[in-house]
């Protein structure tokens, strides 16, 4: 039977791609205010700023490619059952071949209309489409007649995939940490759910915040440490 690997990554996966991280020194929060480009209050307060703001993103992401950590990750399926839960919202995991990935956070390149995806609606998928690396602008509609939003958790909303993310991470044999801060609640919090017992690796340069002993901080960059972590299986 194939082992179970939970892999959670953050931004420092895709750093290597060139995109920036959110947090680092001249990360993406230095330049922009999350409260205004990616919280609910910014976008009624600014539909214009939050549709901009996430035209870019995809600007951006239609001019990088995955690195050899995201293809690493996706190789791990050769031999392990793996989960990817990604905070990222690029595609890049995928396009490296992992087959299956869990965007607690949402996704660049998909769009839905703003009134959907609700609790009303059970936060239903079926108004959600995929744009790819196109634009949004104010005053484009669905067909229900409501403006298009990015299909994107928000700064104060909720993380409509966290129930499905904690299962995968419980059931796993392996939990592997890849290039996240652990800043953002609740999915900092996820590597509690690992077992008793099973090994937490971490691939960060920087210091973490855990103190778990069963935490392996390898602390490298993402190609590095993925390359690290591979022999130490
Ligand atoms: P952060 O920017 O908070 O953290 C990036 C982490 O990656 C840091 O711990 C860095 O040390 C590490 N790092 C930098 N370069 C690296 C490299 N080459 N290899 C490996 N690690 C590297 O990004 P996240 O933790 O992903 O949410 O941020 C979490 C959420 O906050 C994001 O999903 C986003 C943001 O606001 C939303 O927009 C909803």
New binding site residues.
Partial sequence: MKKRIAVL?????S??SGL?????NG???DSYD?MEV?SIEGWYRDRRKVLDFYNMQRRKLSEVRPNE?HRLIAELEKDYIVDVIT???DNLHERAGSTHVVH???EATKVRPENSFNEQDGYSEKNVFDIGYGEVHLGDKAPNGSQLRPH????GEAVPKMEQAIELVSRADIVLI???????YP??GLYRYAGEGVPIWI????E?QIHDPRVHHIR????E?MKEFIKAL
Avoid: C
């Fill in positions: 990554t953050g931004a420092g996966v750093a290597e920036g991280t959110y947090r680092d990360g993406l929060w999350p990616a950590a905070q990222n919202v607690l956070h949402g994107i958790v928000f700064f890849v290039g996240t801060s652990l800043q953002v999915a900092a691939i960060d340069p920087a973490v490298k960059v993402a190609t440490g």
